[in-house]
């Protein structure tokens, strides 16, 4: 481990540290791969800060509603990972294989949200294996409120970055916010769009035998669910009929709390990100 841990810090940005988590904390085909040596392993995930432009966040708050971590804000950081060709990093809930992308935040005169996690892709193995999560480029955001004089942010990435293996890597930064860069690039405003709103009532839902029957109205179609993670309901099949989406579930213990995961949607051809929360069904 001290090899991994002496290649991931080559290459990273100035005034960042990086750390290997131990093979207990990885899943197995991580703990187990080889590569190269590791002093020839490239830099594979760039974090880099920025704060959202003012529209764009105002943008942002309007679609979650009054009820967002983003209604109160003061600002809003951008946490960049810029990732080497041919890898990916995980989502909040990696699938079937990974490590989800966690922040670690510590601020100074500031008051740090709940992180706004964009909604992700999927990336399926040979052996059949369901991923989620983003490559070439993926951006999380964190709201701020109640900023005082001179506020600054302590801030450590931690992701796994797989391709035919996977090197797991932390990055840590420390930034000033009036330093910050103001950032309101393509890329930054395509990640904005797939923060998922409350699905509100452009749907109906309801439990039958263990499935979640979701019903869109008006010209909604519904693509497929992207679930969060979740100890005691594994979600299965998905079955689209028409324009009803059915997610058939096993459950293995006590409901959880919480919403279901995000819905991939489309109106009119464009993608609307959707936050699916409905009561799971009573045990």
């Known amino acids: 481990m001290d090899k991994l841990a002496t ?135 964190v709201p701020l409120a109640e900023l005082g004089e001179h506020p600054s942010l302590e801030l450590t990435s931690s992701y796994l970055a797989c391709a035919d293996s996977c090197i797991p890597g932390s990055t840590k930064l420390v930034a000033k916010l009036d330093e910050l860069p103001t950032a309101s690039d393509p890329t930054i405003l395509a990640m904005l769009e797939r923060v998922p709103e409350p699905a509100g009532d452009r749907l109906t839902a309801s439990w039958a035998d263990g499935k979640l029957i979701v019903e869109p109205h008006a010209e909604l179609q519904l693509v497929e669910l992207f679930p969060f993670a979740a100890d005691t309901a594994i979600l299965g099949k998905q079955i689209a009929e028409g324009r009803t989406l059915e997610l058939h579930y096993r459950f293995t213990g006590p409901p959880p709390d919480g919403a279901q995961g995000v819905l991939r949607s489309t109106i009119a051809g464009e993608t609307r990100w959707l936050e699916l929360a409905v009561p799971w069904p009573a045990t």
């Open 7 to 141: 290649a991931l810090i080559t290459g990273l940005l100035v005034a960042c540290t990086t750390q290997a988590p131990t093979n207990a904390q990885l899943p197995a085909e991580a703990a187990a791969a080889g590569g190269p040596k590791a002093e020839e392993r490239p830099t594979l995930v760039r974090v880099e800060l920025a704060l959202v432009d003012a529209a764009a966040r105002a943008r942002l708050a309007e679609r979650l509603g009054p009820d967002s971590p983003l209604a109160h804000a003061d600002a809003l950081v951008a946490v960049r990972h810029q990732i080497e060709a041919g890898w990916h990093i995980y989502w909040q809930n990696p699938g079937d294989s990974g490590l989800r992308t966690k922040l670690e935040i510590t601020p100074t005169h500031a008051r740090p949200g709940p992180i706004l996690y964009p909604a992700p892709d999927a990336f399926a193995s040979d052996g059949g294996q369901v991923s989620y999560g983003w490559g070439h480029e993926a951006v999380l955001f």
